[in-house]
T-cell receptor
Framework: EDQVTQSPEALRLQEGESSSLNCSYT??????LFWYRQDPGKGPEFLFT???AGEEKEKERLKATLTKKESFLHITAPKPEDSATYLC?????????????FGAGTRLAVHP | ETGVTQTPRHLVMGMTNKKSLKCEQH?????MYWYKQSAKKPLELMFV???????ENNSVPSRFSPECPNSSHLFLHLHTLQPEDSALYLC?????????????FGPGTRLTVL
């Protein structure tokens, strides 16, 4: 069964304290892996798409990496405005259309 | 308007009411989705429309009825809901191209069933 697990469930950081969020997946094959950011009471905001192992993408303080079994979202020198829930989703090969499987998310709190 | 919009943003309804949620995408996409997001649970895919044809109905109870009159609009008709249906309902759209296409989400409708 296709599955996505995110860890930790919640993370508290001091401003400037770098860390990483993990997304582990079990799928028959991977079409793509997506990272989203979600603020309370709002819809998910797209951050990155990764398609193959070894691929990396960066945006400001965020960097996403992908291996054959997991993805990491690295946050460098975070600021309080980076506080949000970060969602990971995979599109398995078995999905004929764009059926994404989401993880439960990591709630990040960055304190000044 | 830009991106994906949803109305209303908040809805409170009784178990015997009938209401509809509306979604509109301004991105020129040809696929639209309804998701349910409950507290501390992963997003659950409810329905998928591709080129205005429903291609997924993820074992959703019949009290939820989707409608996609054209590629820009999507509705979710609600009737005789249960309190456990209270959640954030999210609409998304993408351009179906055969690869893995990014889905863009609207702000959601916060639904409370009394």
């Amino acid at each position: 069964e296709d599955q996505v697990t995110q860890s930790p469930e919640a993370l508290r950081l001091q401003e400037g304290e770098s860390s990483s969020l993990n997304c582990s997946y079990t799928v028959s094959g991977l079409r793509g892996l997506f990272w989203y950011r979600q603020d309370p009471g709002k819809g998910p905001e797209f951050l990155f798409t990764l398609y193959s192992a070894g691929e990396e993408k960066e945006k400001e303080r965020l960097k996403a990496t992908l291996t054959k079994k997991e993805s990491f979202l690295h946050i460098t020198a975070p600021k309080p405005e980076d506080s949000a829930t970060y969602l990971c989703a995979v599109h398995p090969l078995s999905g004929g259309y764009n059926k994404l499987i989401f993880g439960a998310g990591t709630r990040l709190a960055v304190h000044p | 308007e830009t991106g994906v919009t949803q109305t209303p943003r908040h809805l409170v309804m009784g178990m015997t009411n009938k209401k509809s949620l509306k979604c509109e995408q301004h991105l020129g996409h040809n696929a639209m989705y309804w998701y349910k997001q409950s507290a501390k649970k992963p997003l659950e895919l409810m329905f998928v429309y591709s080129l205005e044809e429903r291609v997924e109905n993820n074992s959703v109870p019949s009290r939820f009825s989707p409608e996609c009159p054209n590629s820009s609009h999507l509705f979710l008709h609600l009737h005789t809901l249960q309190p456990e249906d209270s959640a954030l309902y999210l609409c998304a759209s993408s351009q179906a191209s055969g690869r893995s296409d990014t889905q863009y989400f609207g702000p959601g409708t916060r639904l409370t069933v009394l």
